[in-house]
T-cell receptor
Framework: KNEVEQSPQNLTAQEGEFITINCSYS?????LHWLQQHPGGGIVSLFM???GKKKHGRLIATINIQEKHSSLHITASHPRDSAVYIC??????????????FGKGTLLTVNP | NAGVTQTPKFRILKIGQSMTLQCAQD?????MYWYRQDPGMGLKLIYY???????DKGEVPNGYNVSRSTTEDFPLRLELAAPSQTSVYFC???????????FGPGTRLTVL
């Protein structure tokens, strides 16, 4: 079983819809990261969080440490939000918390 | 700042050939990483470095070697290329343990 599970794997939405992508993990962590990868493009860090909630523009990331779960929300989605969203965790094990463990990603397509 | 740069962007190798993927960062980050990304799979850590002169294996190191003679550069060497090494390779860096990672644009490698 992968240590980091994302759902859904694929998501199609209409422009303007509210989007939620989920991430569950099975290990203790020091931080959780959300990353964005556009088709054929590089990878950009969106958020790093260890508790609570962070907001950047139309993107909101939340984490529940007790439930080992995080969500990424996109409000008023736009076609330019179409990308793969990747969840990654810094495991809190033996001093190796600088090595990330990645989920397989969620492919989001926003249609106009 | 250029951030993290990688060369080349694309490369086709024949089985048995060798090559070096270059990675450089100008942010004075101590931590650097090499990942490979295969279709439908999460990013896998190949090698990492916590500072000049210090490197260690990640999850999938077989068939690769690295060196870190300076803070800025972290080249990845492929010896005796095999079709299983066909992948997209990303280099990343971070300033501290478990911190936000900054990714290069990637190198798409095909081994035929």
């Amino acid at each position: 079983k992968n240590e980091v599970e994302q759902s859904p794997q694929n998501l199609t939405a209409q422009e303007g819809e509210f989007i939620t992508i989920n991430c569950s993990y099975s290990v203790g962590i020091s931080a959780l990261h959300w990353l964005q990868q556009h088709p054929g493009g590089g990878i950009v860090s969106l958020f790093m969080l260890s508790s609570g909630k962070k907001k950047h523009g139309r993107l909101i990331a939340t984490i529940n440490i007790q439930e080992k779960h995080s969500s990424l929300h996109i409000t008023a989605s736009h076609p330019r939000d179409s990308a793969v969203y990747i969840c990654a965790v810094s495991p809190n094990s033996g001093g190796s918390n600088y090595k990330l463990t990645f989920g397989k990603g969620t492919l989001l397509t926003v249609n106009p | 700042n250029a951030g993290v740069t990688q060369t080349p962007k694309f490369r086709i190798l024949k089985i048995g050939q060798s090559m070096t993927l270059q990675c450089a960062q100008d942010m004075n980050h101590n931590y650097m990483y090499w990942y490979r990304q295969d279709p439908g799979m999460g990013l896998k850590l190949i090698y990492y470095s916590v500072g000049a002169g210090i490197t260690d294996k990640g999850e999938v190191p077989n068939g690769y070697n690295v060196s870190r003679s300076t803070t800025e550069d972290f080249p990845l060497r492929l010896e005796l290329a095999a079709p299983s090494q066909t992948s997209v390779y990303f280099c990343a860096s971070s300033s501290n343990r478990g911190g936000e990672q900054f990714f290069g644009p990637g190198t798409r490698l095909t081994v035929l």
